[in-house]
């Protein structure tokens, strides 16, 4: 079985540039997470989804960032425009019942 | 609110030392518990769970023990091996029985384990 998937797996842009960031969870799972880990940090959740809906979007930033999930599967989020502590690397998971499961993530560097 | 508060890194150790890393929480509810491992240059993953007081998780031969008294969830192993050496994060999610709600993770201890 596949597990959660993202893209790009690293990621450099120069401060107020936009940049996405694509997660495919695993395949019948409805739940779905966008975390940030800042260095020497644990993850941090920024949104969750139960299918297409976001239940738990309190701790993103929505002066700049977004995300969306068509159709309850894949999912993107966005940060427009980038700012330098927006470096980190963004976790996406996904559960089904009562386990997340994290994918690789995707490094951000912001110059 | 939660928060999960775990001993600083990094934790140097010999190979077939006894390994304990400290874990405690603040939650309301009935939080589960979960230890996290992320070895280099790899993902998140799950090494063990538990989701009531008493409760004990195992796999690969590390065990932690839901205290609900001390609000704590020490990992253990008995004998460490190079191979184990990664960051480890304690985490909780505040939803009795299972982790739907987002986690809360702790900062993560880096183990290094030498031959």
């Known amino acids: 079985e596949a597990g959660v998937v993202q893209s790009p797996r690293y990621k450099i842009i120069e401060k107020k540039q936009p940049v996405a960031f694509w997660c495919n969870p695993i395949s019948g799972h409805n739940t779905l997470y966008w975390y940030r880990q800042n260095l020497g940090q644990g993850p941090e959740l920024l949104i969750r989804y139960e299918n297409e809906e976001a239940v738990d979007d309190s701790q993103l930033p929505k002066d700049r960032f977004s995300a969306e999930r068509l159709k309850g599967v894949d999912s993107t989020l966005k940060i427009q425009p980038a700012e330098l502590g927006d470096s980190a690397v963004y976790l996406c998971?996904?559960?089904?019942?009562?386990?997340?499961?994290f994918g690789p993530g995707t490094r951000l560097t912001v110059l | 609110g939660n928060s999960v508060t775990q001993m600083e890194g990094p934790v140097t150790l010999s190979e077939e030392a006894f390994l304990t890393i400290n874990c405690t929480y603040t939650?309301?509810?009935?939080?589960?518990l979960f230890w996290y491992v992320q070895y280099p240059g790899e993902g998140l993953q799950l090494l063990l769970k538990?989701?009531?007081?008493?409760d004990k998780g195992s796999n690969k031969g590390f065990e932690a023990t839901y205290r609900k008294e001390t609000t704590s969830f020490h990992l253990e192993k008995g004998s460490v091996q190079v191979s184990d050496s990664a960051v480890y994060f304690c985490a909780l999610s505040d939803q009795g029985g299972g982790g739907a709600d987002g986690l809360t993770f702790g900062k993560g201890t880096h183990l290094i384990i030498q031959p």
């Open positions: 998971a996904s559960s089904a019942l009562d386990t997340q499961y």
């Open positions: 538990a989701t009531k007081a008493d």
């Open positions: 939650a309301t509810g009935y939080p589960s």
